[in-house]
């Protein structure tokens, strides 16, 4: 009988966490080591704060609005004990054109790319 090989996906551990303040806004870029049939598969998040005014809506009601990346995350980082409990929006790297494309998921790539959605969610008021 053969057996097929499996892909195991282990829990993602967290690399690295830059934590910065652009155009007035928190900013945050995290390194995602994300574990698959024992082979270390990093990958980038962004995230940057939303406004008040958008504290605790979700995303979806703002990627017609966003253009600098595709959002995939709304939501507050307190597991990564920021002092205050902020909403963010964000994206990540862990995509099949990343990979097609790996120097979409450096955190140097991500944290430029955090920066101009910061850029353009201040521009918009988001």
Known sequence: M???HKLIEMPKEI??????KHKGRICVVIEMLWMASLKVSPYCNGYV???AKNKG???DNFIDRIETDE??????LSRFNLGKKLWF???DSAHFWNDAQPESKTFKSVKARTSKLCEEMVKKGI
Request: no cysteine.
């Open 89 to 91: 929006f964000g994206f």
């Open 49 to 51: 704060e939303v406004s």
């Open 15 to 20: 690399g690295r966490i830059r934590i910065f």
């Open 71 to 76: 959002l995939t995350f709304s939501g507050d």
């Open 57 to 59: 809506k979700n995303y």
């Open 2 to 4: 053969k057996i097929k």
